[in-house]
């Protein structure tokens, strides 16, 4: 008996010990579980925080501002009061001061050590009453002499190496238009004042003589390669008619157009195509009565003209066309005005900026398409009368009224960037208005950068739009009829099937929506567009007509397999519209619909378009949305669908009341993981849409979104330079726009779901 006892004990503790051991290693499970979730919640965490703060390391320097370092000054290398212009070496080793008696003068860019000098060949006995500045990438300038005539000279420098390897300078003068000065005054009276143009096409000289007579002539000289011999033929004229009392002309770069400044406000413009017949286009006032211009100045590629006042005002004009080759010189933005009157402005060489400097001696860098200030910085006492940007843009010198020089590098590497020039409509040279555009690299050198993601972010939603539009009934609808009324045996087949198309990859959708639908919904649009708005149509007739059925024939049809019979019907909807879709062209559309909505309806036309994404990426987003809808209306427990329908709820009403209210958090998740697969798609948008920038919400026309544009540009991006940080810009904006919404998406998620707990 004791032996029993005994042995039931040690069966006991057997299984005791046996119980404890699993539960031991159960709650070591569950704790060691919970850390590795706890873990990988961080990992998460900390991985999307690293990719926000890259991101934002990447785009942060764009809205810094610019650091001006290494400043001084010093006494200028020559008599003041002389200067005509100033130039600088891209390396700023070296400060080229050319002055108003032909002296060109090399000194050290930061402490004005005069190095070197040269002169111009001006001829003996004639003075210089004028002088003028060219393109500033020209590097010419022009002498107006008291007897007519004009020197022509490009000043620049050489470089070599020495046997040490040391960097050694030359002065180099040249003369684009001969050796030779130009008669621009037949009749011999001092030119006062001057404005020159010199390129690869001819050199065109302006100018006002001292009776008040304004001149022109164009020179282009012919040099035989093999002799060396010079041939110079010059086209000139007198500009008639012209104003009375001239105080300042300009040249555009392309040589073609002439701004005069006349009386204190007065501009005249004229084409100078034709240099012996030069033809007045119009005369603009470019202040209000009561304000006076003190400087003008061309813009680097010679569009805008930059325009500086005596109340500090800074304003840019521009032609703009109005109808066919008619243009107007309009005002398109004005910028941060100086603190006193404008004495100087100063364009840079390569870019759509430019320096202003003032009576109070103040010195203010401003960039004209972001319509930046940049910064205003006060360097004397004195007004600054000559200012100069090096070839790089990345340092000014400036020289004032007391013959002292200021110097000082500059770091502005990103000054087309504001908020304004990336969301705001922007007026860009040679546009008839102001419009949202993205173009980042151009042919020639005059380009304006055009970086406004505004189209992009258009573009963005509008493919998001239209493929939900596509995906959400298909998906909802198609889930909420698997997972309620669907057979077991079709659902064990459908769920399986659009899980696994959500796997097929987007390249492969993206180049059969390219090359495969775009051409079939241009040559049966018609047809098309019928599908799509008899679609629900059709399965309304369908349903109507099987439920007039006899009933032997419906109840032979088992529960749950109604859908197949939509099979047939589906194929049938779609053969007739094609089929009927050709004769609707030939009938109404003259035979093309595409032609007929471009050239008669006025609605652009694009093959690859809003239509065709809204196909492509609706069926890439489908089988997310089916998949996690489908699993929120299934796990609805069967106790509540028993329970309405117990209660005498017919099968709808416990759809509509029990099912979709209590699988609305899940449905609406499956809807805002939709949104983001929609919004973040790549491929198929790079192969289905044209990739065209453009602001247009209709369905017919393509779009460029953000993913996009940074997929097909970011290889070609400099690394650290606007453009590649403007994608990173890009990558930020899809972050925050997915961040926003599914943190709104869990917000309305855990509402959801606390308001229906109870049900």
């Known amino acids: 008996m004791r032996s029993t006892q005994a042995s039931e004990l040690d069966t006991r503790s057997l299984v005791a010990a046996s119980v404890d051991r699993a539960m031991g290693r159960r709650l070591w499970i569950d704790r060691s579980f919970k850390q590795l979730m706890s873990v990988g919640g961080l990992g998460v965490i900390v991985a999307v925080s690293a990719i926000f703060f890259y991101l934002a390391s990447v785009v942060v320097p764009l809205f810094t501002p610019p650091t001006v370092d290494h400043a001084t000054q010093y006494a200028a290398p020559g008599p003041s009061g002389q200067v005509a212009a100033l130039q600088a070496d891209e390396l700023l080793e070296e400060v080229v001061r050319i002055q108003t008696d032909g002296e060109v003068v090399y000194a050290s860019f930061s402490k004005g050590e005069r190095q070197a000098s040269q002169r111009v060949a001006l001829p003996e006995g004639a003075q210089v009453s004028a002088t003028a500045v060219g393109d500033r990438s020209s590097r010419a300038l022009a002498y107006g002499l008291n007897d007519g005539r004009v020197v022509v000279a490009r000043v620049g ?5 020495d046997s040490d390897a040391r960097r050694i300078i030359e002065p180099e003068i040249e003369y684009p238009a001969g050796q030779d000065p130009i008669v621009l005054d037949p009749q011999g009276r001092a030119i006062i004042h001057l404005a020159m143009q010199s ?80 033809v007045l286009l119009e005369k603009v006032e470019l202040v209000p009565e009561g304000e006076r211009v003190t400087a003008i100045t061309m813009l680097s590629g010679g569009f805008s003209l930059i325009v500086g006042t005596d109340r500090g ?41 430019f320096m202003a400097s003032d009576t109070q001696g103040n010195l203010g860098s401003y960039f004209a398409t972001s319509k930046r200030q940049l910064f205003v910085r006060a360097l004397s006492d004195q007004p600054l009368v000559r200012l100069a940007y090096p070839p790089r843009g990345n340092a000014y010198i400036a020289e004032d009224a007391a013959g002292k020089v200021y110097v000082a590098h500059v770091e502005n590497d990103y000054p087309e960037v504001s908020f304004y020039a990336i969301w705001q409509k922007v007026w860009y040279e040679s546009y008839e208005e102001p419009s949202y555009v993205w173009q980042s690299s151009a042919a020639n050198a005059d380009f304006e950068p055009k970086f406004s993601l505004t189209p992009l972010t258009f573009g963005t939603l509008k493919a998001a739009f239209y493929a939900m539009i596509v995906a959400v009934p298909l998906a909802l609808l198609g889930a909420i009829y698997t997972a309620y009324f669907m057979s077991p045996r079709v659902r064990g087949f459908v769920k399986p099937t659009i899980e696994v198309m959500e796997a097929l990859p987007t390249v492969i ?105 809204g196909i492509a990426m609706g069926f890439a987003v489908t089988p997310a949305i089916f998949s996690i809808a489908e699993d929120a209306v299934f796990s609805v427990p ?65 779009f460029r979104t953000l993913s996009a544009n ?50």
């Not at 009776?211 to 007198?238: F, H, K, Q, W």
């Not at 939509?566 to 559309?589: D, K, N, S």
């Not at 904006?733 to 961040?739: H, N, S």
């Open 638 to 702: 069967k106790h509540l669908t028993t329970g309405s329908l117990a209660l005498g709820a017919t099968p709808w009403q416990t759809l509509t009341r029990v099912v979709l209210l209590t699988a609305s958090p899940g449905i609406f998740s499956a809807v805002m993981i939709g949104l983001g697969r929609a919004v973040g798609e790549t491929m198929i948008v790079l192969m289905a849409t044209g990739n065209t920038a453009v602001m247009d919400f209709s369905i017919f026309t393509g």
């Open 509 to 613: 959708l993206g180049f059969l929506a390219g090359l495969w639908l775009a051409p079939f919904v241009e040559n049966n649009l018609a047809g098309v567009l019928l599908i799509i708005l008899t679609f629900p149509l059709a399965f309304f007739i369908a349903a109507w007509l099987f439920h007039l059925l006899p009933d032997s024939l419906r109840l032979r049809v088992p529960p749950g397999w109604e859908a197949a019979l939509l099979i047939p019907v589906l194929l049938l909807q779609i053969w007739a519209c094609l089929a009927i879709g050709h004769p609707i062209e030939a009938a109404l559309f003259g035979g093309d619909m595409p032609n007929w909505l471009s050239n008669v309806a006025g609605i652009k036309f694009e093959q690859r378009n809003s239509l065709v994404v």
């Open 157 to 161: 420098f050489k470089t070599s190496f």
């Open 710 to 759: 940074i997929g097909v540009e970011m290889p070609e991006a400099g690394v650290g330079e606007t453009h590649y940080r403007l994608l990173f810009l890009s990558a930020l904006v899809l972050f925050g726009f997915t961040f926003v919404v599914n943190t709104l998406a869990e917000l309305v998620r855990q509402r959801l779901r606390q308001r229906y707990q109870t049900i």
């Open 199 to 278: 390129g690869s096409d001819g050199t065109t000289l302006a100018g006002a003589t001292e009776d008040n007579r304004l001149l022109i002539s164009g020179i282009a000289v012919e040099r035989n390669p093999i002799t060396g011999a010079e041939t110079v033929e010059a086209r000139s004229g007198e500009v008639l008619p012209a104003p009375s009392d001239i105080r300042e002309i300009a040249v555009e770069f392309k040589q073609r157009e002439m701004y005069v400044l006349a009386g204190a406000r007065e501009l005249w413009r004229y084409d100078i195509t034709d240099k012996a017949a030069p």
């Open 313 to 353: 005002r800074i304003i840019q004009w521009f032609p703009v066309r109005e109808e066919g080759t008619r243009f107007r010189l309009t005002q398109i933005r004005e910028f941060e005005p100086m603190p006193s009157a404008i004495v100087t402005l100063e364009p840079e060489y390569h870019r759509k900026g």
